[in-house]
């Protein structure tokens, strides 16, 4: 599967981004999708993730609360979504795709997400 991300941009504390992540492929339910992020000089970390069927979502301590995903698997597109953003959100933010339980395989580029406080 291939990732194509969109979104991101500049946005000030407290307000909100939606950053959609397009699949290709006619397989798209069979993948768990997972939102991942690095910030400069940092590890990437996974932020969310969705299971396959959608039924079960993940979301670090960090963005609970502020962060949700969702996914429309006939539109082979996931949606993460973030609200109340903080300076300390900002990083550079990856789709990635897991087949079944294997690990994360297949990523979409790069999208930057900058809050200015």
């Known amino acids: 599967v291939q990732l194509q991300a969109s979104g991101g941009g500049l946005v000030q504390a407290g307000g909100s981004l939606r950053l959609p992540c397009a699949a290709s492929?006619?397989?798209?339910?069979?993948?768990?999708m997972g939102w991942f992020r690095q910030a400069p000089g940092k590890e990437r970390e996974l932020v969310a993730s969705?299971?396959?069927?959608?039924?079960?979502?993940n979301y670090a301590d960090s963005v609970k609360g502020r962060f949700t995903i969702s996914r429309d698997n006939a539109k082979n597109t996931v949606y993460p979504q973030m609200t109340s953003l903080k300076p300390e959100d900002t990083a550079v933010y990856y789709c990635?795709?897991?087949?079944?339980?294997?690990?994360?395989?297949?990523w979409g580029q790069g999208t930057q997400v900058t809050v200015s406080s």
């Open positions: 969705i299971t396959g069927s959608g039924s079960r979502r």
């Open positions: 990635g795709a897991r087949y079944g339980a294997l690990e994360y395989a297949n």
């Open positions: 492929g006619r397989t798209f339910s069979a993948y768990g």
